[in-house]
Structure formats: C-alpha cells, structure tokens
C-alpha cells in the first residue's frame, strides 16, 4: 500500500480549474493523503495551468518555477491547458514529474499514484496525515458539468486546449452536489467552458440538470456560470423562479460591434445579444449581468472601439471583465492583418473598464435601502476594516470595531457588513447602505 502524502495544490485561470482542484482536493482525502497550504511543506504539488492568453501562459510558467524553488524536494504534476497546448515546454520546467493533459486529467489522482508505483524510491516515503480542510472557505464549491468547446471563435484557444465538448451524466452531477451540501457547503457553481452546451446521451440539456437538482436536492443556492446568449430561453428562465437558483446570469459578449463579432466567428449579433438580456431582465426581477469584453481585436478600428463601448454602456452589466486581445499561435485570428498595438490595446482596456466600473455602481446603488441575501465567506483582515468602518453606521457608537464580513448576494453584489457574530457559512439578509469601490456596505438584518 503506498504511503499518504502531504499535497499542495494551485490553479491558474478560469472557475473550471478551481472546480477541478478542489475535486482533486477531495478525491486525495478520500485516499488518505493530507492538502497542505504551503508548498514547502508538501511531498507532491499540482499546479493546474492556463494559457487562455499569452499572459497566462507566462503566468503558469512562472508559477512552475516560483514552486520549484519554494520545495525543491517536492515532485510537481503539471495539467491543463498550458501543458496540453505545449506540453515538451512544461516537461522542461524545473522538479516536473508527470505531465497530465486535459484530456487525461480527470484521472489525475490515479496517474500521480501510478507514478508512485513506478518510482519506487518516491512511493516508500511515509508522511503522516491529518484531517482534511478545503484551501478556501467550505462556503461554495464549484461542480464542473461539461469540458470542451466545438465552436471555432476565431481568437480562442481553449477548443484546441480541452477538445470537443462532453458532459457528464445528470444523476452523477446530482449525486455530487447532494454530497456537498451533506459536507456544509451553502453554495454549488455549476461550471464548465460553457456550461449552456450541456448534453447528455439521452438528451438531456441544462434546464433538465438544473431542475433536478433543484428537486432532488436541499441545496440552499445554486449558481449558474458561463452560458452563451443563443441558449437563453424560456424554459431555463422560468427556473429562476425558485429562490434557491441565484439572479446571476454570466452572458459572454465579446464585443458590442457586429463587424468585430463576425470576425470573431461569434454565432450572434448586438441585437440577438440586447434582446436575450432584455428577456432575462422581464423573466428574473433585479438580475445581475455579468460579461467579457475583449478589446484591441485584429482590425479593431477607433470606430469599432467607439461601438462597442457605446454597447456595453448601453447593456447596463452589472459586472465586466476586460481582456486586451492576445494572439494564440494555431488559432485564425493570430494570422488576421491589422494588428492593434499594445499601446492602444492598454488605453482601450482602461476606457472599457472605466465604462464597467461606472455600470457596476450604477447597478449597486439601484439596492440602497433595500435587502439583499448574502452568504458570508470571509472575515475581512484588519487593515481593510478602518476605512470600511469609518463610514458603516454600525461603527459610530462603538469603542471596539466589530469584525467586518464578505460575501457575495444572490446577485453577486460583494457586501461588507460589521457584525459581533460569526456569520461564515451563513445566508442573512443585509440592508444596503453605501456603494464603495467594488462592493456596497450593509447592516445586518434584524
């Protein structure tokens, strides 16, 4: 029998690699090996890559590297999408092991223990253990339903990083969000590329998943990550109708011009875009929109950036995420003519994100004096708690600050509350009473 492990494992990217390790994470558990949260403590490390741009894939790099020098006793077991787009560079990084591809890293746990079995002098090291603690909070847990991605965008590297689209069963998805509730958890994610491609072989789609858990299951909240604007339809926005399922909805837009969208090879225009956010406005009261915007596409014109700018302060999102266009070697776009230069590529992100921020608050403020739902995840740290606690109400009064809180609303408002309590893993309402920065302050409801 192999001897138990200390594991220290990281994540680069998207929510469908936190989705996987934590998986991994609980899957190492299960077979007796300890999670430790410093890498020069642990015998084996995993780093899960990215390299949706270049920028990620110098990240996940250096991320190797930073690893291999904090233990270099420890093997490492490089996966995702670096190492399958590239995977001779990640075999050359420093202390690396075993290389593990997307498509074969839902038997990760498995190859690193047959590694072990192979290398013996690796395997006789005995480690004691300890019982397990997730790395994050145990408040939300990410449950990945699908990989992969049969579209051909133009600008996306991901379709030759995770292969073609494939779904697990609707019973094993069920089945593992009814253990995670059991374990505590207040809040299941359901992620993937893009979790609306979900199919079964019997055909079974998101709204038919979605439905199931919701009956099947007592999870308390239930939240729903990318999905595409062409697979917005009336029979998943009628689920919202249950409480549980949060008013989030992630509507990747890529760009508010339809001649870069073409170009992109994205399947809609701004008008199909508008008319599925107007519709999840009508179906689902106070939704926050949530989307991705690239800037500084090949051919971009100052017209183009002006369209797109308008659209996205036209679209009112509650949260955007911007990302200056960066070339992927083996993708269309990387060969387009018109390269835009990173000097305009940086001035345009500051515009779009300014444009987001504005939208944000604009969004925030619409809930000043209302309540919202918040689940309480972590307890802020002491230097962000006086200036916070400078302008909450709950602070004037007192000689001793209470302890300020974060979380999330079902809408995904950040919150900061002050409270005496312990309220991580808890659902409360909260009344809004300020929007600062990135998140709006609260009272906690009596």
């Not at 051909?152 to 969000?177: F, M, Q």
């Not at 515009?351 to 995840?377: N, T």
């Not at 002491?382 to 974060?406: C, G, K």
Request: negative net charge.
């Amino acid at each position: 029998m192999l001897a138990a492990m200390k594991i220290y494992l990281s994540t680069l990217g998207c929510k469908l690699n936190e989705s996987e390790i934590e998986e991994w994470a609980r899957r190492f558990t299960n077979d007796g090996h300890e999670i430790v949260d410093d890498p020069a403590r642990a015998d084996y490390i995993v780093l899960n890559t990215c390299t949706v741009t270049h920028v990620a894939a110098r990240k996940s790099r250096q991320m190797a590297r930073q690893l291999a020098r904090a233990n270099p006793n420890a093997q490492i077991a490089l996966t995702g999408c670096f190492v399958s787009v590239t995977p001779d560079e990640a075999k050359k990084l420093p202390n690396v092991a075993l290389v593990v591809p997307n498509a074969e890293k839902d038997h990760l746990v498995e190859r690193i223990a047959e590694f072990r079995i192979q290398n013996p002098e690796f395997s006789e090291l005995t480690f004691p253990t300890s019982n397990f603690q997730l790395l994050t909070s145990k408040t939300r847990a990410f449950v990945k339903i699908e990989d992969g991605c049969n579209m051909s965008c133009t600008y996306c590297i991901i379709p030759i990083a995770r292969g073609k689209e494939s779904s697990r069963a609707l019973a094993d998805v069920v089945s593992e969000v009814k253990s995670l509730v059991d374990a505590g958890y207040k809040e299941i994610i359901l992620t993937g590329v893009q979790i609306s491609s979900y199919r079964t072989s019997s055909a079974l789609n998101l709204r038919d998943l979605v439905a199931a858990i919701l009956a099947e299951t007592n999870v308390p909240r239930l939240r729903l990550t990318s999905i595409a604007p062409w697979d917005l339809n009336a029979a998943l926005l009628d689920l919202f109708s249950d409480q549980r399922l949060c008013r989030h909805l992630h509507l990747s837009l890529q760009s508010g011009a339809d001649t870069v969208l073409r170009r992109m090879r994205r399947p809609y225009s701004t008008d199909q875009f508008a008319r599925a956010v107007a519709i999840a406005r009508e179906k689902i009261p106070d939704v926050g929109i949530t989307t991705d915007v690239i800037v500084g596409f090949p051919g971009e014109s100052d017209a183009e950036f002006e369209q797109s700018l308008g659209f996205v302060r036209q679209m009112q999102f509650s949260r955007v995420h911007v990302f200056p266009y960066s070339a992927r070697s083996g993708t269309v776009a990387a060969e387009l003519p018109l390269q835009v230069s990173d000097a305009v590529k940086e001035s345009r992100v500051k515009q779009m994100q300014a444009v987001g921020d504005a939208s944000m608050s604009a969004f925030a403020a619409k809930f000043i004096g209302r309540e919202l739902s918040v689940l309480w995840e972590t307890q802020e740290k002491d230097e962000n708690q006086a200036t916070d606690l400078e302008i909450h109400p709950l602070s004037f009064t007192r000689s001793v600050p209470p302890s300020v809180w974060s979380g999330y609303s079902d809408n995904y408002i950040r919150v900061l509350a002050a409270s005496d309590a312990n309220l991580t893993n808890h659902i409360t309402a909260a009344r809004v009473s300020q929007v600062t920065g990135d998140h709006v302050l609260a009272e906690i409801a009596p």
